[in-house]
């Protein structure tokens, strides 16, 4: 098909070339007039186009020379247009066929691309799996290896446990033997004690001795009881008033203490709760003795508060400064050295 069309095209453009030149000789000689100013204008804003349909309404057409003419005009223009929609088909040919093979080499690259992250994926899925695999052998290695130390370990107690219980019964034994012979003692000496005091009770029954004892106690007692309603510091208010703001700052003080040791205590108690202690090292045992003596330590300043507490109560009375066991007033020394104090030096001495 293009061959012929090429023949074809090629065929009318010679003779039109011929034919069209008496059509343009023949205007220009029947129409010298018409080379106006105003047309000479108008004539380059024509298209192409209406210059050959011009001669086609033109009388000159009933001649079989202009009929021919025509026809091979008509002709080229019709090869050249079939010319030009084979150039714009075979255009379109090829930028379909090109789209078509942009398609396809995008279709293999996105399946070579689809299949090397599939090959990817298999890797990471076998070397997942082979890393699984491998983790769960070793933690069966370390279980198997844990429950033989468990074991193990659980034979070592089970001996030491037997020879504790050995040892506790054989020290049982010889402190029940031993029991026996310090009763049987303690029996011969409470018999001998008990000679002694009936002796010493006998030789005791003597009558004036005990109107002259009962006659001290009397007096000791009167002279007691004057004591223990006495406040030996009443008048001295500057002192009292001192002793006052000591106790208010070491009660002060104590409860700050206080705070701080139960902190410690529940902070160590957390801090067990949230980690693993090991046992055979003793840290838990070492972390509750600790924490147990904070507790001590908190109740024992609880106790010196609630003394303090009653020294401010004697303040206000005016009986804080008289010793508790001979009623005797208390040095203010040992008052302001001590917070609170409630026995004298030789009384606390005594005990």
Same mark, same amino acid.
């Given at each position: 098909?293009?061959?012929?069309?090429?023949?074809?095209?090629?065929?009318?453009?010679?003779?039109?070339?011929?034919?069209?030149?008496?059509?343009?000789?023949?205007?220009?000689?029947?129409?010298?007039?018409?080379?106006?100013?105003?047309?000479?204008?108008?004539?380059?804003?024509?298209?192409?186009?209406?210059?050959?349909?011009?001669?086609?309404?033109?009388?000159?057409?009933?001649?079989?020379?202009?009929?021919?003419?025509?026809?091979?005009?008509?002709?080229?223009?019709?090869?050249?247009?079939?010319?030009?929609?084979?150039?714009?088909?075979?255009?379109?040919?090829?930028?379909?066929?090109?789209?078509?093979?942009?398609?396809?080499?995008?279709?293999?690259?996105?399946?070579?691309?689809? =299949?090397?992250?599939? /090959? *990817? $994926? &298999?890797?990471?899925?076998?070397?997942?799996? @082979? +890393?699984?695999?491998? %983790?769960? #052998? !070793?933690?069966?290695?370390?279980? =198997?290896?844990?429950? /033989? *130390? $468990? &074991?193990?370990?659980?034979?070592?107690?089970? @001996? +030491?446990?037997?020879? %504790?219980? #050995? !040892?506790?019964?054989?020290?049982?034994?010889?402190?029940? /033997?031993?029991? &026996?012979?310090?009763?049987?003692?303690?029996?011969? +000496?409470?018999?001998?004690?008990? #000679?002694?005091?009936?002796?010493?009770?006998?030789?005791?029954?003597?009558?004036?001795?005990?109107?002259?004892?009962?006659?001290?106690?009397?007096?000791?007692?009167?002279?007691?009881?004057?004591?223990?309603?006495?406040?030996?510091?009443?008048?001295?208010?500057?002192?009292?008033?001192?002793?006052?703001?000591?106790?208010?700052?070491?009660?002060?003080?104590?409860?700050?203490?206080?705070?701080?040791?139960?902190?410690?205590?529940?902070?160590?108690?957390?801090?067990?709760?949230?980690?693993?202690?090991?046992?055979?090292?003793?840290?838990?045992?070492?972390?509750?003795?600790?924490?147990?003596?904070?507790?001590?330590?908190?109740?024992?300043?609880?106790?010196?508060?609630?003394?303090?507490?009653?020294?401010?109560?004697?303040?206000?009375?005016?009986?804080?400064?008289?010793?508790?066991?001979?009623?005797?007033?208390?040095?203010?020394?040992?008052?302001?050295?001590?917070?609170?104090?409630?026995?004298?030096?030789?009384?606390?001495?005594?005990?």
């Amino acid at each position: 098909m293009p061959s012929s069309a090429k023949t074809i095209k090629r065929a009318p453009t010679k003779k039109a070339a011929r034919k069209k030149t008496p059509v343009k000789k023949s205007a220009t000689k029947k129409s010298p007039a018409k080379r106006s100013p105003v047309k000479k204008k108008v004539a380059p804003k024509k298209s192409p186009v209406k210059k050959k349909v011009a001669p086609k309404k033109s009388p000159a057409k009933k001649s079989p020379a202009k009929k021919a003419s025509l026809t091979a005009a008509q002709k080229a223009a019709a090869a050249k247009k079939a010319k030009v929609l084979a150039a714009q088909k075979a255009k379109k040919d090829r930028e379909v066929k090109a789209k078509a093979a942009a398609q396809k080499a995008l279709a293999r690259q996105k399946t070579l691309a689809v =299949q090397k992250a599939k /090959k *990817e $994926h &298999d890797l990471k899925a076998r070397a997942l799996a @082979k +890393e699984k695999a491998a %983790a769960l #052998k !070793a933690r069966a290695v370390a279980a =198997q290896k844990a429950k /033989k *130390e $468990h &074991d193990a370990k659980a034979k070592i107690a089970a @001996k +030491e446990r037997e020879v %504790a219980r #050995k !040892a506790r019964e054989k020290a049982a034994i010889e402190a029940k /033997k031993q029991r &026996d012979i310090d009763a049987k003692r303690k029996a011969i +000496e409470a018999e001998k004690l008990r #000679k002694l005091r009936e002796i010493e009770r006998r030789d005791a029954e003597e009558h004036k001795r005990q109107e002259r004892r009962d006659a001290e106690e009397r007096k000791r007692l009167e002279a007691l009881e004057r004591k223990m309603h006495s406040k030996p510091y009443a008048n001295d208010t500057a002192f009292l008033e001192e002793l006052r703001v000591l106790l208010l700052d070491t009660r002060e003080t104590t409860s700050a203490q206080i705070a701080i040791s139960e902190s410690e205590a529940s902070e160590m108690l957390v801090d067990r709760e949230r980690l693993e202690y090991d046992d055979e090292d003793g840290s838990s045992v070492a972390s509750d003795i600790q924490r147990d003596q904070l507790k001590e330590y908190a109740s024992a300043l609880r106790l010196k508060v609630n003394e303090i507490d009653v020294a401010l109560s004697r303040l206000d009375d005016g009986s804080y400064g008289r010793c508790d066991e001979c009623y005797e007033p208390i040095s203010q020394a040992r008052l302001r050295a001590q917070l609170p104090v409630f026995t004298c030096v030789s009384c606390r001495a005594s005990v």
